[in-house]
């Protein structure tokens, strides 16, 4: 029931923080979310690193809400990305820092299990992922609001 929580509130998050004319140019980055945290996560509970513990149904050991979520997060980390470099190094530690405390949080419930794994390589994998994000967005041209252009119609 956990990660259906999760999954809700990581949704109404984004419908709530982006508006929705923003949404259709950031889809992308929701689904390129989707796309790298999947093989990131499902290789690491295959080999004992860490499992996502018991509950809702799973993709190779991922809970589908919380896969899921990375449709509005991957949205909500391209609107809110800063305009300048030194910012965005700043904006991912950020982020790396708050996903692990979220993580932290879920073991505490007991939602997540470490095995092979701690939060210092957790810090340094959503560091690295947040960095591909950010890369992808700035190739797309969907690295914060600022930066995004709309067609004219």
């Known amino acids: 029931m956990t990660w259906w929580v999760f999954g809700v509130v990581a949704w109404l998050a984004g419908v709530l ?3 929705i004319n923003y949404w259709k140019k950031l889809w992308p980055l929701g689904i390129a979310g989707m796309a790298i945290i999947y093989p990131i996560d499902s290789t690491l ?8 513990g018991f509950g809702t149904v799973k993709i190779s050991g991922v809970p589908i ?3 899921l979520s990375y449709i509005p997060g991957g949205i909500l980390f391209g609107y809110y ?14 982020l790396a820092f708050v996903l692990m405390v979220v993580e932290l ?4 419930l007991g939602y997540f299990n470490y095995h092979n794994w701690n939060p210092i390589k ?13 890369w992808l ?4 041209g969907l690295a914060g609001k600022e930066d995004i252009q ?3 119609v």
């Open 17 to 19: 923080l982006v508006p």
């Open 45 to 52: 509970v295959s080999l004992g690193a860490f499992d996502f």
């Open 65 to 67: 809400p919380y896969w």
């Open 81 to 94: 990305c800063p305009p300048k470099r030194l910012s965005r190094l700043t904006y991912i530690v950020i």
């Open 105 to 108: 949080f879920m073991i505490w």
């Open 122 to 134: 957790s810090f340094i994998l959503n560091a690295g992922g947040f960095t591909i994000m950010l």
């Open 137 to 140: 967005a700035q190739w797309l």
């Open 150 to 152: 709309f067609n004219k």
